[in-house]
């Protein structure tokens, strides 16, 4: 305590100097309008820069928070969507069946994601008792990003697009010729449209979008845009090269979409395939 009292006494003079600049200043803004002004304006924005700044990384810390309300506000309003974008088969349809939507969505957040595989996997922040199922199909604003594979109580791990052993259906938007996503393991950024037959007019800058024929997807989720097009070894197919509108690199929230009625058209199937066993 004496070594401070000794240093703010070696100090006086500057100190006393200090003070009366500070007095100096003040009578000088106090009684002078033009200086008056000028000096509070500067506090003002000194002080609201100061503000902004705060703002701004309090902003930054919240931004996670605010990206899931967002996320599920946008899960929301797609099964509204998708209720108003209902195709009756027939005029007559009850007001139950109108309001019912083939497909439920909800909003996650990635939390682990691989790329450098050739079978890559995500995992995302919601699980089964969120009412996360295996099977869903996971999807972004830009394209499709993959589909469930197990879960957990409060976790979910997905197939990534980046995955070799994965096949989406899907079709030429302009042409309406069907065939499937498969990622041929090299290019994060491509991936091979399969099965696409010769005779097809394929043509660079053509949308690829999922089919809605495998009941994991709604028709017409971007997948990518054809960016190759030759004549396959095979000589009844296309080798057409897709360049995937989902960025993996930058994936952060995605959405999960459930077929309702998918248990109905698995019985469906099964009952098919053994009616056709006799």
């Known amino acids: ?50 503000l902004e700044t705060q703002s701004n990384v309090s902003d930054f810390f919240s931004l996670a928070e605010a ?28 007001l139950d069946s109108a309001l019912s939507s083939q497909f439920e969505f909800m909003g996650a957040r ?40 197990t879960v957990s109580d409060n976790y979910a791990v997905g197939i990534s697009l980046l995955n070799n052993d994965l096949l989406i259906s899907s079709i030429i938007k302009s042409t309406g010729d069907f065939g499937s996503i498969n990622w041929n393991g090299e290019d994060s950024q491509k991936a091979k449209m399969l099965y696409v037959p010769r005779h097809v007019q394929a043509q660079v800058g053509d949308t690829v979008v999922t089919s809605g024929y495998s009941a994991v997807f709604p028709r017409n989720l971007k997948i990518g845009v054809i960016s190759n097009v030759v004549q396959s070894s095979d000589p009844n197919y296309l080798d057409i090269e897709v360049t995937l509108t989902a960025d993996f690199s930058k994936i952060s929230y995605v959405y999960l979409v459930e077929n309702t009625q998918i248990d109905e058209l698995d019985s469906l199937y099964q009952q098919s395939e053994l009616t056709n066993e006799f």
């Open 110 to 149: 990635v939390i682990s994601n691989s790329l450098r595989y050739t079978q890559n996997h995500m995992t995302l922040n919601k699980g089964r008792k969120q009412g996360v199922k295996p099977g869903m199909g996971i999807f972004n604003e830009s394209g499709v990003v993959g589909r469930v594979k």
């Open 1 to 50: 305590m004496l070594r401070i009292l000794q240093f703010l006494y070696n100090l006086r003079s500057f100190l006393l100097f200090i003070l009366l600049e500070v007095i100096a200043i003040w009578l000088l803004v106090a009684n002078n309008s033009p200086q008056g002004a000028a000096f509070f304006n500067s506090s003002n924005a000194l002080v609201g820069s100061i």
């Open 67 to 94: 990206n899931d309300a967002l996320v599920v506000e946008n899960s929301r309003l797609m099964e509204q969507l998708s209720i108003l974008k209902l195709e009756p088969d027939s005029v007559e349809v009850s």
